[in-house]
């Protein structure tokens, strides 16, 4: 009996240091792309992913996805890259991806599950977690060490630092957060992923419409002007558009703008919108509620445009305007054709 434990002892024991090792690995980052080149907001989720301190494998997933699995081999930091081939993969449906984000982690032991805080991401994100019976960690705005990291609550009225006990971390990043890092200056390897992809049963891609547009996307954009319920219809708040174009900006909105339609809900800043550090951030007919802030306040300059002195984006404003906007946008607009 003494010998027959201390045999299953001493097989036990190799095991149990491998797992170790292999858990000690690293982190999985999963990558977002256009088939060529990875996503700016990836970029500052891999800055995010090397300060973790673990050596990074990026996956990437989707159809016709090589050249972009080869610009993440080059990306700074990156010590290696899965690519997954598969078109079943090509929409980011999360209901797909989040079974094979699980496989992934579990073949490779990874630590650490990593993506940009986005539209996929909180799509498969939630869904990987749950499956590995961890807490999401989400909007990560710092790490603190491999357990340890700051997010924002209150809708970013509060920062809390978070300390996890999963073994396995699942962990969106706010980009806006990160430097991006450097696209070139790596020189990881691309191996084929094997895990098997399935496609999802019970929903299917059928279409999407992508409105082209030659302006900066909101999310990256260096200067945004964003719009409000001051604005009162569509039709003025094509205003925004022609001074957008002068100043290489884009163009985002409030929720009240977004609710009575006056443009698309993928232009809406704050909690439940999009979250922008622009170094130009102009406010036009925005009161400055709470959830508009925690979307826009970490702009480097934030310029408001209000009639109302007392509105509460003037705190956070380092210009003023205390007007009719009928009035300062086309002022503004004809003092940008001037220059
Ligand atoms: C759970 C939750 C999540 C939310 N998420 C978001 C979010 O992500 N993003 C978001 O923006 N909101 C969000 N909201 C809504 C938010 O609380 C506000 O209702 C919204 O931001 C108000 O939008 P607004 O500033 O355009 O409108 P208002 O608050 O109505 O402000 C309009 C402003 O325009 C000014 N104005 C009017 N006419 C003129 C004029 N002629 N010239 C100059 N100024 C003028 C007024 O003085 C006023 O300050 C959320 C709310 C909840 C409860």
Known sequence: MAAMLRATALRARPTARMLTARRSLSTLLIAEHDGKTLNPATLSALTAATEIGKPVTVLVGGENAKDAATAAASAAGVSSVVLLENAALAHGLPETWAPVVVAMQKEGGFTHVVAASSSFSKGVLPRVAALLDVAQISDVLQVKDENTFVRPIYAGNALSTVQSHDEIKVMTIR?????????????????????????????????????????????????????????????????????????????????????????????QVGQTGKVVAPDLYIAVGISGAIQHLAGMKDSKTIVAINKDPEAPIFQVADYGVVDDLFKAVPELESRLEQK
């Open 175 to 267: 980009p806006t957060a990160f430097e991006k890092a450097a696209a070139e200056g790596g020189s990881a390897s691309v191996t084929e992923g094997t895990v098997e992809v399935v496609a999802a049963k019970d929903v299917a891609w059928l279409s999407e419409e992508v409105k082209k547009s030659d302006r900066p996307e909101l999310a990256s954009a260096k200067t945004v002007i964003s719009g409000g319920r001051g604005l009162k219809s569509a039709e003025n708040f094509a205003m925004l558009d022609s001074i957008a174009l002068k100043l290489n900006a884009a163009v985002g909105a409030s929720r009240a703008a977004v609710d009575s339609g006056m443009c698309a809900n993928d232009m």
